[in-house]
């Protein structure tokens, strides 16, 4: 099994930043990490992945602003988020994969229960 456990949320204003954070705790190893984001009634929506290796991706909505990044030591994935606007409000999601016996990334998907960032004036 995989616990996922996010921080870092809460409320703040347009322009502002926020940074996120994934703990987990799981005796696998860790593969493909990310950031998925659902706003209200609204789609959930990949925010940001990031691989084993430090590979990242963003969503268009997120470059530019949002950087993620993990510590393969502490088994931890971050967000760091700039310039947020209105538009960013949304609970956010930790998702991750395990490695599996090839090397790859097995296809069960595991979540945190989320965070809430509100962006407002």
């Known amino acids: 099994q995989v616990q996922l456990v996010e921080y870092g949320g809460g409320f703040v204003q347009p322009g502002g930043s926020l940074r996120l954070g994934c703990v987990t705790a799981?005796?696998?190893?860790?593969?493909?990490m990310a950031w998925y984001r659902h706003s209200p009634g609204g789609m959930r929506e990949l925010v940001a992945l990031i691989s084993r290796t430090g590979t990242t991706h963003y969503a268009d909505s997120a470059k530019g602003r949002f950087a993620i990044s993990r510590d393969n030591v502490k088994n931890e994935i971050y967000l760091e988020m700039n310039s947020l606007k209105p538009e960013d409000t949304a609970v956010y999601y930790c998702n991750a994969r395990l490695v599996d016996d090839s090397g790859s990334d097995d296809s069960t998907d595991y979540w945190g229960g989320g965070t809430q960032v509100t962006v407002s004036s």
């Open positions: 799981t005796s696998f190893s860790l593969g493909t």
